[in-house]
């Protein structure tokens, strides 16, 4: 299943995939589905766009199931994957509440940046009411669907 890219000089206008239309969000930035990314070689995704990767589009609606995560291509072979874990105190029910849940979470990232260095803690943003934690890692694999499994 190929992919065509549709620009406007530089900038990425939209993407083309199984004869769906995905308008891009910002200059190189499009949202697509993983069920459609899955097939595709890591040697068919340009290296100038950011792909923000989502279960499903539907009438306009981005739906995710995780944690919101984008891939950039570093070249064939690898793609460095950008977590946006994020969420609202408010719509919070968990056992435990939902600061300690996310510094639990930012605290295990930063101990396996230092223990492993296979993932990048970025930031952590706390402003009383939505919780931000910002990671990064890389990924060795010539496939997207290699690459969005760990899509967590």
């Not at 994957?81 to 919070?92: L, P, S």
Request: hydrophobic share 35%; with cysteine.
């Amino acid at each position: 299943m190929p992919i065509k890219y549709v620009m406007n000089g530089k900038y990425l206008e939209s993407v083309i995939i199984n004869d769906q239309v995905f308008q891009a969000d910002d200059e190189n930035e499009i949202t697509i589905p993983k069920s459609l990314l899955k097939d595709l070689k890591l040697s068919e995704i340009r290296k100038d766009v950011l792909i923000h990767v989502c279960e499903s589009i539907q009438d306009g609606c981005v739906f995710l199931d995780t944690c919101p995560c984008q891939i950039e291509k570093i070249d064939n072979k690898s793609a460095k994957i950008f977590f946006d874990d994020n969420g609202r105190r408010k719509y919070w029910n968990g056992n435990i509440g939902f600061k300690k849940y996310m510094e639990t979470k930012r605290d295990i990232i930063k101990e396996r940046e230092k223990e492993l260095n296979d993932i990048k803690f970025i930031d952590y943003d706390d402003d009383d009411d939505n919780i931000f934690l910002n990671y990064s890692s890389i990924i060795q694999d010539t496939c997207l669907n290699g690459i969005i499994q760990y899509d967590y």
